[in-house]
């Protein structure tokens, strides 16, 4: 018979909170499945938390029943309604045709719907919260993952006995496979807060960390990687989870000490050798050569000191950095085959990036490998099987206006229908289809593709004369009205797209914390893991 019991520190942590799963008596395995009502794996007050407990009912009153095996989610960084249609017109004008009719790889999705982005305490919201809302099925606060919005920013002790289990967490428990990919740093917010749990996302490594945060206890981003198995297993039994199976993206520095290829940590460890330690069948890599041809699992690739190139920069020919397409599809061909299924996250984090610096063509290039991306999903797993979403995590202020006239550039100046001359304004100087609310403003750097050079130099908003200016080269940065530091987040809606098992669920205009109970909802994870923890115990 099953055993109904479980470790002290597995009850604690699920608060006693039962569901229903399907259990067959393990000594009559050929008889029917039955109901039993066995304790939760997440912890009483994520599942109390007036956020996931609103969300759970939505979804459960339209969500179709739990079949699918695989679930991948793509998340673009920044990817606002119109970053959306502008690389959408990008992507036809470099294909020939004048862009307007085109249509991105998951547009073709059946479902769409629109997400509100705001955190707890934040009208417009970071990249932190609004992952971990994706992540935990719980809205938090501005600048924290993995925790509730009971934390308080910085506050190591605040944190103690406010984690939340991350849909990753519960996959893991439920013995599939998981995968993280991203073109930002691995440890960065977006991809950290599948396997992290922190109220201060800037802690990448352990010299970030403040003096009560070491004093306290609270770990760094990096290390939580490193000891994410370890911590699951320690919390709900040996042998629980196997491991995150692949994760690929920048970040080298927080992985390695002071003095060893440009390391940040200061308390002398390794991470990667540690890795390898712990994983001694597991394989690394650092260039896109090694990742094609890596062959098993566990699998770690980290390709550059801090983020990835832009995609335009990574497209060239002699390019050491690999495709977002090129890690999906290596993430694919490892995961697949593993009869419990898998979660594959996968983030294009420089559109953000590009978005910040105030250069569109940038952003909408990294718009285009994410669709790029999409489309190798949507070519090698099958829609009665594997869920698929593609969202974002927030919007950026940046804009698409002008009366340009149809197949105008869409990185140029506007044309408008019934002229052949570009548009001027009120001071008789032409202006472009695309820029920005605010952030540093003009620049024109003609073929120079790194983005981040911007930041070279003070802030250089306000109109310009563009009337000798390429606006549609790779290194031009649009204007900007409002003079920052940086160009910021949007704070309005943005959408989700939808294709699979459960994708009806999107439809609407719904909270961000939702899409985590529809990826749930859709598989039976959180049954299996419950089944699991009993029968270890």
């Not at 991203?182 to 996302?201: E, F, V």
Request: aromatic residues 6%; charged residues 20%.
């Amino acid at each position: 018979m099953l055993r109904f019991a479980l470790t002290a520190s597995a009850m604690a942590l699920t608060g006693c909170v039962y569901i229903s799963v399907d259990k067959v008596d393990a000594g009559e395995s050929s008889s029917p499945a039955a109901q039993a009502e066995l304790p939760s794996p997440l912890p009483a007050h994520q599942l109390q938390n007036p956020w996931y407990k609103d969300a759970s009912s939505r979804v459960a009153s339209t969500q179709s029943p739990q079949n699918a095996k695989n679930v991948v989610l793509f998340v673009g960084d920044g990817m606002g309604i119109s970053t959306i249609t502008a690389a959408r017109i990008l992507a036809g004008q470099q294909a020939g045709n004048s862009g307007e009719e085109n249509r991105l790889s998951f547009e073709t999705f059946p479902e769409t719907g629109l997400i509100k982005t705001y955190n707890v305490n934040s009208q417009t919201p970071d990249s932190a919260g609004t992952m971990s809302a994706m992540m935990t099925g719980v809205k938090t606060d501005i600048s924290v993952f993995g925790v509730d919005e009971h934390v308080e920013a910085d506050d190591c002790a605040s944190a103690h006995g406010r984690e939340l289990l991350s849909l990753l967490d519960i996959a893991e428990l439920a013995g599939a496979a998981t995968g993280v990919i991203s073109t930002a740093r691995l440890t960065h917010a977006t991809p950290g807060a599948t396997y992290a749990k922190t109220p201060n996302r800037d802690w990448e490594d352990d010299a970030e960390l403040s003096d009560d945060a070491r004093a306290e206890g609270c770990a760094d981003i990096a290390s939580q990687f490193l000891t994410h198995r370890h911590r699951l297993n320690t919390e709900f039994g040996t042998g629980m989870s196997d491991g995150i199976e692949v994760a690929l993206g920048g970040g080298k520095r927080h992985f390695l000490p002071e003095g060893n290829e440009g390391g940040r940590r200061k308390d002398g460890r390794n991470l990667i050798d540690e890795w390898q330690s712990t994983y001694p069948n597991g394989v690394f890599v650092a260039d896109a050569a090694s990742l094609q041809t890596a062959d098993r699992t566990p699998l770690l690739g980290l390709f550059s000191d801090s983020h990835m190139r832009y995609a335009s920069q990574r497209s060239v020919a002699d390019a050491t950095q690999p495709s977002l397409p090129a890690m999906t599809r290596k993430a694919l061909e490892l995961l697949r085959g593993r009869d419990e299924g898998y979660l594959l996250i996968v983030e294009a984090g420089r559109i953000d990036h590009a978005h910040h610096a105030g250069n569109a063509a940038n952003a909408l290039n990294d718009t285009v490998e994410l669709a790029a991306a999409v489309q190798v999903v949507m070519d090698e797993t099958d829609p009665s099987d594997t869920l698929v979403l593609v969202t974002a995590d927030h919007s950026h202020v940046f804009t698409m206006a002008g009366y340009p006239r149809r197949g105008n550039p869409i990185l140029g100046k506007v044309v408008p229908a019934w002229s052949d001359e570009p548009m001027l304004d009120a001071d008789g100087l032409p202006y472009t289809t695309l820029g920005y609310m605010n952030g540093r403003g003009f620049r024109d750097l003609g073929d120079e593709a790194d983005a981040d050079v911007a930041y070279r130099g003070a802030p250089n908003a306000g109109r310009k004369d563009l009337t000798d200016v390429d606006t549609t080269t790779i290194g031009y940065h649009q204007e900007s009205l409002v003079p920052l530091g940086a160009e910021t987040h949007g704070g309005e809606d943005v959408a989700v797209y939808a294709r699979g098992p459960g994708a009806r669920a999107v439809a609407g205009v719904n909270e961000q914390n939702l899409l985590f109970h529809v990826m749930l909802s859709a598989t039976d994870w959180e049954q299996r893991a419950a089944r699991r923890l009993v029968t270890r115990f």
